[in-house]
């Protein structure tokens, strides 16, 4: 059988195929195999392809298919191809191009289409197909080559997967995923929102959201303060000076904020926070007896990334760090690592998240885009390999995806809907302390030379925000939810006795709102759950009667009528365990 | 009598007419009274004048004084005044710029001592100026007329009271403001420092003084939290588009630190919040119900100061505020008002500062500097002084000190050495709801225009830091301070009865250090005076036999032994009560 991205790259010339039969006018330029499916570019000239457009181009596919028993496929000269290809611009760049690079020139033909291609196809269609296995999906714009400079053309893309059920399955995904958009529930929720005045990329937090952010990141500072960890704090800008010692000046350069001050002096908006922490660490001599120093800072940093790029929380121009940097002795790496792997599993755990370990190292054929020598390398990376093994952790190892100054040990967490996302990062870092000439005093008296640890449990509090959000469709764990409890009385005649619940589970601590009955209860309760308030409660002649309340867990759906201080003292059992449901 | 300015600037005369006397060849200024006496700035060519130089001069005033019977004076045309004052080019564009205006040139003699001069003396100096009053304090330079391009300029200072026991008292008072220098108490107490890579404005917190800042910040959020106020996050830049709507553009101009990305938008990190504040709250509409909402959020601003202003925390580029702004209809002003000065109240209280009120109104004669109409203003002044009146304040009104864009109630606290500081500030801001368009939807369904109210308690962190590091001198009150308590085994056979004071401290949740016995005990509890805990323990035989711990008051010096939970259970009640010893 052939492998899915053969088939996906045969979609590909089906597609063109059906292109050609319907609009013969158009010109085909190139049409690869993606990771969901394939797309083709086409320069249709003025012609534009509608919805309508692209079923009649799906149901042509489908007649074309059983026509395509086998692919053949030929060499031709230079001359021959331009031919053929006469009258499509596109193409005949692509011949000169193959031909000045003297390479083979060669037409792959299946049913009665041919195209300029390298091959890599089912060599079989009509028999290694389903005909129910692909569909195409949309139409977007995209420049010839990329390059906005070039024409711009209609790019059709494809999904195409082993079979109908598995394509079925995406398209669910893809449903639910679109229902759990961090950009679309953060606004239902309240969390956060952008402002056309202040820009794209740097998010505003709500109270809702800012109660969300600070309820994670004291997660954070608890499990880290176990592990003797102290707050420390920097201001947002600095000198030059600072990243020309660093490094990161020339490293960094383009997403660098730079400043002139008044007075003609250079200044940054900082991108990272461990050259600063550098300086709080050597601001005195420290003995072994006091190493390491643990220094924790959930503060932001900026970087200028290309607002093509910036979307919801994903890609922010501000990123909230809960950075911390371990000072060690090279003897207590192992120790430290572990007190770090130990928060990592417990917070993710909290979630329900499950954790995969990426080893990312450096790439030896590139030693230009990292600080420090071979051998501080090496010896990093053997360092966090043997991490890994002692902690007998589900990791791999790759080659190209450290960070300039030292390996990283990245945490790669799986959600609800089977998607992975690089969360937690741990990074050896020998580099720096050579750099800012970071020493303790060692038991013989003598300087010695320390290396630092780098962490950030959440990463960035948008990213991880949008992350979870995603994960658990809104309906946060009852610790973390900024309305915890939502009271809703069926009627007037049940005000009174909703405003005590409201005012008891206030007094107990939990974060409880009332949702008056100025509306009907139906269109309350739904906007309950699309506030996603974890547990609302309805109060009517019942639950007075019986000094009850009904409850609905938002997240299982479950209901239950129960005394007030049942309810009460379970729900503070959970925060206090911060159980996830 | 004179008033103390006049024998101020009498004094300037008899300083440059003793220079006249003892440095024939110097060339004199200008000399005027300033707020702690006098000075003179001269020309001596290439001398340098020494310490035993001013010593001197100071004799040698004392010597003329009795023979300063009166001042006499007369007007001068401008040629016959150039001719007195030919070689000294300094009197000489004085004089050609005085006659520039039409004024009249006027010369003041006293003793032997002529000099051009606007009047405003003691007019019997050996009668008015007691000779032990005064003395020479020191040399500074200065560029002629405060410009660089201009010849530098030796400025001779002197101080100047009413009477010898006053000057004693500012020599006395200064002497100690000094040992509680700020910035000499934050080294030793490890609070702070500066980097030269960082830069000088942009100091960072050790892990002491960032549980500083944050237990004073908590304590602002506790007393805010009970008056409804919710925690917002907003990012360091901005887009200039909000700066322009907001009219800080245009009126910051100069203490914007301006920034150009990598596609040439224009940004800005952020001086102030409030137009960032604005956009949260316009996210979405408000019924009259909802209001007032009151945002808060602890953040850094940075504002492009000169760097010839900075110094120690009380000049910074990165200014940490605790900002606050209320949302209200106008006629929640003076309950707004009411709630901040609680916390004001309650807060400088627990410092023993005492308050007084500078309301900071308008220049009627300046209103290019403001924002809004003069009726705008008129309403809000008029609403701030009614407040003040109502709390029965002790107020005065301070006409230019407003901010551009509203009246301000400024708090001035006076500390523990008499001297006064500009702190807490609530100002009333009608324009900036008008330039965002800021409403609610009042009982009529109408849209009504609101107020804003921006508070900080503590001003900015490192200020008021500075401010209550040298009222206290250090000694902080034992709930804030980083350690709260030390334990000081006197020698190694103490050490196992220290070390379980220590255990028992901090399963209480003091935050108490070991000071071990490697070091003489003496030696010991200098370094934690020096370190400033509020608390010190002593145990040795007696402790150990008795199960007690000796304690001793680092403010008071107040000594007692004790059992160990007495002491423990007294300071948790005064940390309780945020007792101020």
Same mark, same amino acid.
Request: glycine share 6%.
């Given at each position: 059988?052939?492998?899915?991205?053969?088939?996906?790259?045969?979609?590909?010339?089906?597609?063109?195929?059906?292109?050609?039969?319907?609009?013969?006018?158009?010109?085909?330029?190139?049409?690869?195999?993606?990771?969901?499916?394939?797309?083709?570019?086409?320069?249709?000239?003025?012609?534009?392809?509608?919805?309508?457009?692209?079923?009649?181009?799906?149901?042509?596919?489908?007649?074309?298919?059983?026509?395509?028993?086998?692919?053949?496929?030929?060499?031709?000269?230079?001359?021959?191809? &331009?031919?053929?290809?006469?009258?499509?611009? /596109?193409?005949? %760049? !692509?011949? =000169?191009?193959?031909?000045?690079?003297?390479?083979? $020139?060669?037409?792959?033909?299946?049913?009665?289409?041919?195209?300029?291609?390298?091959?890599?196809?089912?060599?079989?269609?009509?028999?290694?197909?389903?005909?129910?296995?692909?569909?195409?999906?949309?139409?977007?714009?995209?420049?010839?080559?990329?390059?906005?400079?070039?024409?711009?053309?209609?790019?059709?893309?494809?999904?195409?997967?082993?079979?109908?059920?598995?394509?079925?399955?995406?398209?669910?995904?893809?449903?639910?995923?679109?229902?759990?958009?961090?950009?679309?529930?953060?606004?239902?929720?309240?969390?956060?929102?952008?402002?056309?005045?202040?820009?794209?990329?740097?998010?505003?937090?709500?109270?809702?959201?800012? &109660?969300?952010?600070?309820?994670?990141?004291? /997660?954070?500072? %608890? !499990?880290? =303060?176990?592990?003797?960890?102290?707050?420390?704090? $920097?201001?947002?800008?600095?000198?030059?000076?600072?990243?020309?010692?660093?490094?990161?000046?020339?490293?960094?350069?383009?997403?660098?904020f730079r400043i002139t001050t008044?007075?003609?002096?250079?200044?940054?908006?900082?991108?990272?926070?461990?050259?600063?922490?550098?300086?709080?660490?050597?601001?005195?001599?420290?003995?072994?007896?006091?190493?390491?120093?643990?220094?924790?800072?959930?503060?932001?940093?900026?970087?200028?990334?290309?607002?093509?790029?910036?979307?919801?929380?994903?890609?922010?121009?501000?990123?909230?760090?809960?950075?911390?940097?371990?000072?060690?002795?090279?003897?207590?790496?192992?120790?430290?690592?572990?007190?770090?792997?130990?928060?990592?599993?417990?917070? /993710?755990?909290?979630?329900?998240?499950?954790?995969?370990?990426?080893?990312?190292?450096?790439?030896?054929?590139?030693?230009?885009?990292?600080?420090?020598?071979?051998?501080?390398?090496?010896?990093?990376?053997?360092?966090?390999?043997?991490?890994?093994?002692?902690?007998?952790?589900?990791?791999?190892?790759?080659?190209?995806?450290?960070?300039?100054?030292?390996?990283?040990?990245?945490?790669?967490?799986?959600?609800?809907?089977?998607?992975?996302?690089?969360?937690?990062?741990?990074?050896?870092?020998?580099?720096?302390?050579?750099?800012?000439?970071?020493?303790?005093?060692?038991?013989?008296?003598?300087?010695?030379?320390?290396?630092?640890?780098?962490?950030?449990?959440?990463?960035?509090?948008?990213?991880?925000?949008?992350?979870?959000?995603?994960?658990?469709?809104?309906?946060?764990?009852?610790?973390?939810?900024?309305?915890?409890?939502?009271?809703?009385?069926?009627?007037?005649?049940?005000?009174?006795?909703?405003?005590?619940?409201v005012a008891e589970l206030k007094q107990k601590g939990l974060r409880?709102?009332?949702?008056?009955?100025?509306?009907?209860?139906?269109?309350?309760?739904?906007?309950?759950?699309?506030?996603?308030?974890?547990?609302?409660?309805?109060?009517?002649?019942?639950?007075?009667?019986?000094?009850?309340?009904?409850?609905?867990?938002?997240?299982?759906?479950?209901?239950?009528?129960?005394?007030?201080?049942?309810?009460?003292?379970?729900?503070?059992?959970?925060?206090?365990?911060?159980?996830?449901?």
């Amino acid at each position: 059988m052939a492998s899915i991205e053969n088939i996906r790259h045969t979609l590909a010339h089906l597609l063109a195929a059906a292109v050609q039969g319907a609009h013969p006018g158009a010109k085909l330029t190139l049409g690869p195999a993606i990771e969901t499916g394939f797309y083709y570019d086409i320069d249709f000239g003025d012609e534009k392809i509608a919805d309508d457009g692209l079923k009649k181009l799906e149901k042509q596919m489908r007649k074309l298919l059983p026509s395509w028993k086998e692919f053949s496929h030929r060499e031709v000269s230079k001359d021959e191809a &331009l031919q053929i290809f006469a009258g499509n611009p /596109y193409k005949t %760049e !692509l011949i =000169e191009e193959i031909a000045g690079r003297g390479e083979a $020139i060669t037409l792959y033909t299946c049913g009665n289409f041919t195209d300029l291609c390298r091959g890599g196809h089912a060599e079989h269609p009509s028999e290694e197909i389903a005909s129910d296995s692909f569909a195409l999906d949309r139409v977007a714009g995209a420049y010839w080559r990329g390059d906005e400079k070039n024409p711009m053309l209609t790019r059709i893309y494809g999904l195409a997967f082993e079979s109908k059920d598995a394509l079925d399955a995406y398209l669910a995904q893809r449903e639910e995923a679109k229902k759990r958009d961090h950009r679309k529930l953060g606004a239902e929720m309240d969390l956060f929102l952008t402002s056309e005045l202040v820009g794209q990329g740097l998010p505003l937090w709500t109270p809702r959201g800012t &109660l969300f952010r600070h309820t994670l990141d004291a /997660y954070v500072w %608890e !499990l880290r =303060e176990k592990h003797g960890y102290q707050r420390v704090t $920097i201001p947002h800008l600095t000198k030059k000076d600072l990243y020309e010692k660093s490094g990161h000046w020339s490293k960094f350069s383009d997403e660098l904020f730079r400043i002139t001050t008044r007075e003609g002096k250079e200044y940054a908006v900082k991108p990272m926070n461990c050259p600063h922490h550098t300086q709080i660490f050597d601001r005195k001599p420290h003995s072994y007896r006091e190493m390491p120093q643990r220094y924790a800072e959930t503060t932001m940093v900026y970087r200028d990334e290309q607002s093509g790029e910036l979307g919801g929380l994903t890609r922010v121009l501000s990123i909230t760090q809960d950075d911390s940097h371990v000072f060690c002795r090279m003897n207590q790496v192992r120790d430290e690592f572990f007190k770090i792997w130990d928060i990592v599993d417990t917070f /993710y755990g909290s979630f329900g998240f499950t954790l995969r370990v990426r080893l990312s190292f450096h790439d030896p054929a590139e030693m230009e885009k990292y600080l420090g020598s071979p051998e501080i390398w090496k010896n990093a990376e053997d360092a966090l390999r043997s991490i890994a093994e002692e902690r007998k952790a589900d990791y791999f190892e790759a080659p190209g995806e450290a960070a300039m100054y030292g390996p990283k040990l990245d945490f790669m967490a799986t959600d609800s809907m089977g998607r992975q996302h690089q969360v937690a990062t741990i990074q050896l870092d020998m580099n720096q302390p050579e750099r800012f000439d970071l020493t303790c005093i060692n038991e013989k008296g003598e300087k010695e030379r320390i290396v630092m640890i780098h962490c950030a449990i959440m990463g960035s509090i948008e990213r991880f925000s949008a992350v979870l959000i995603e994960h658990l469709a809104g309906v946060f764990p009852l610790w973390l939810a900024p309305v915890q409890v939502q009271v809703l009385p069926i009627s007037e005649k049940h005000a009174a006795y909703a405003d005590a619940v409201v005012a008891e589970l206030k007094q107990k601590g939990l974060r409880a709102e009332l949702s008056e009955a100025t509306e009907s209860l139906g269109k309350r309760v739904r906007a309950a759950k699309l506030a996603k308030v974890p547990a609302f409660i309805v109060v009517g002649d019942a639950e007075v009667d019986n000094q009850t309340v009904t409850v609905e867990n938002n997240r299982t759906g479950d209901k239950a009528t129960v005394p007030l201080a049942d309810f009460i003292s379970g729900a503070l059992e959970r925060i206090k365990e911060r159980a996830n449901v």
